[in-house]
């Protein structure tokens, strides 16, 4: 069964820096998604994205954040001078197009910001 | 206020119990879908099952089932004869809107299944 993959599967960086999350979406799906998952909490929306561009947005998804197609396969989530609460499970999502789809997740980018 | 609202944060069950586990909505959409997603220890977001706004037709999936009532804005879901393995943190979400826009999930439920 086709799966969204995500890399890495662990980031740890130093607080301050730039990171660059990476997911390959499933190939015939149309939208894709961001979510964040603080250790203990429930997954949060940050951003989707459609015919390449931002289709909706959360609160958290600041000026810090961004997102991209940049070879039309992977779909990346940029986070510009990381913060200490930045650390999370960062969870790329994919979906058809059909809203009776659902929307199936990777496995996850554990980031640590130190 | 929670659009998504699990109340039971924690549940404990011996194998062979029957579980079921709470979710209540909120929305003003007439066209909404319902999720369920499961998280096991290993971390990851598992779909288990999808409900749209105009289907209040139960169902059964397995040892899995779903009561989804519109009249009580709620859309629970029952394991049959818990395993240990069934052991996860469950999610229930609501999408409302057109196609492509975000899941709302809730707070979650930590089911333990003791052997």
């Known amino acids: 069964e086709p799966e969204v993959t995500q890399t890495p599967s662990h980031q740890v960086t130093q607080m301050g820096q730039e990171v660059i999350l990476r997911c390959v979406p499933i190939?015939?799906?149309?939208?894709f998604y961001w979510y964040r998952q603080i250790l203990g909490q429930k997954v949060e929306f940050l951003v989707s994205?459609?015919?390449?561009?931002?289709?909706?947005k959360s609160e958290i998804f600041d000026d810090q954040f961004s997102v991209e197609r940049p070879d039309g396969s992977n779909f990346t989530l940029k986070i510009r001078s990381t913060k200490l609460e930045d650390s999370a499970m960062y969870f790329c999502?994919?979906?058809?197009?059909?809203?009776?789809?659902?929307?199936?997740f990777g496995d996850g980018t554990r980031l640590s910001i130190l | 206020a929670q659009k998504v609202t699990q109340a039971q944060t924690e549940i404990s069950v011996v194998e062979k119990e029957d579980v079921t586990l709470d979710c209540v909505y909120e929305?003003?959409?007439?066209?909404?879908?319902l999720f369920w997603y499961k998280q096991p220890p290993s971390g990851e977001l598992v779909f288990l099952i999808r409900?749209?706004?105009?289907?209040?037709q139960n169902e059964i999936s397995g040892r899995y089932s779903w009561n989804f009532q519109k009249s009580t804005s709620s859309f629970n879901f029952t394991i049959t004869a818990s395993q240990v393995v069934d052991s996860a943190v469950y999610f229930c979400?609501?999408?409302?809107?057109?196609?492509?826009?975000?899941?709302?999930f809730g707070k979650g439920t930590t089911l333990s299944v003791s052997s």
């Open positions: 979400a609501l999408s409302e809107g057109s196609a492509g826009t975000a899941l709302i």
């Open positions: 994205f459609y015919n390449n561009e931002i289709s909706e």
């Open positions: 999502a994919t979906q058809e197009g059909d809203r009776n789809q659902p929307q199936h």
């Open positions: 409900r749209n706004s105009f289907d209040e």
């Open positions: 190939s015939n799906h149309l939208y």
């Open positions: 929305t003003r959409d007439t066209t909404y879908y």
